[in-house]
């Protein structure tokens, strides 16, 4: 079975700073995506990035970008020149690419951007 | 082009009461997840449709809860009867093929 860890409940970073959220996982699957949601005080699920297993690039969506590490079975998250609006739960999410596809998420990290 | 749509957006209610709440899928997408988020227990998938027809429910927690997908375009989820520990916000979502869920703004639930 799979999990996703995601092991830092709380962080916060000052605005205009540069801040990583870890998430790591387990999996004998070859063939997976790994996802970043946002979650703001507003509740909506809002999709920040995604990442193809079997992509060595790692994925950039403006200022987010993550750092995947497929060995190691890491896959952490980038934020550069943080604004007070990326304020937000921030969700790691597998989905295998046989069978179902279902996610699986991580408990999530609480970020808070200072001003 | 619209995104997945739930109602309602809050609902309260006294337990033992019915709950139903509505989910339209993004048109084309041909897969539809129901999900329960709490404090304790975070994000959960409570059962996973593809093309209408549900395909893993091991997530519904107990009789009292059941699920439909009666076409494309419609999904409930109704609870009945609730009960105070079943108050959460409730999200569906849709995907295509695999691609990435795309989620509605959630229903608030409170049984009193």
């Known amino acids: 079975a799979q999990t996703v860890t995601q092991s830092q409940p709380e962080m916060s970073v000052q605005e205009a700073e540069t801040v990583t959220l870890s998430c790591t996982y387990d999996?004998?699957?070859?063939?997976?995506?790994l996802f970043w949601y946002k979650q703001p005080p507003s509740r909506q699920m809002i999709l920040v990035i995604r990442?193809?297993?079997?992509?060595?690039q790692n994925a950039t969506e403006n200022r987010f970008s993550v750092n995947f590490q497929k060995a190691a079975k890491s896959f952490s998250l980038k934020i550069s020149d943080s604004q007070l609006g990326d304020t937000a739960m921030y969700f790691c999410a597998f989905m295998k690419l046989s069978g179902t596809y279902k996610y699986i998420f991580g408990t999530g990290t609480r970020l808070k951007v200072l001003a | 082009d619209a995104g997945v749509i739930q109602s309602p957006r809050h609902e309260v209610t006294e337990m033992g009461q019915e709950v139903t709440l509505r989910c339209k899928p993004i048109?084309?997408?041909?897969?539809l997840f129901w999900y329960r988020q709490t404090m304790m227990r975070g994000l959960e998938l409570l059962i996973y449709f593809n093309n209408n027809v549900p395909i893993d429910d091991s997530g519904m927690p107990e009789d009292r809860f059941s699920a439909k997908m009666p076409n494309a375009s419609f999904s409930t989820l109704k609870i009945q009867p609730s009960e105070p520990r079943d108050s959460a916000v409730y999200f569906c979502a849709s995907s295509f093929q695999g691609q990435p869920q795309h989620f509605g703004d959630g229903t608030r639930l409170s049984i009193l």
């Open positions: 048109s084309g997408h041909n897969s």
């Open positions: 990442q193809e297993a079997y992509k060595q």
């Open positions: 999996t004998s699957e070859s063939n997976y995506y």
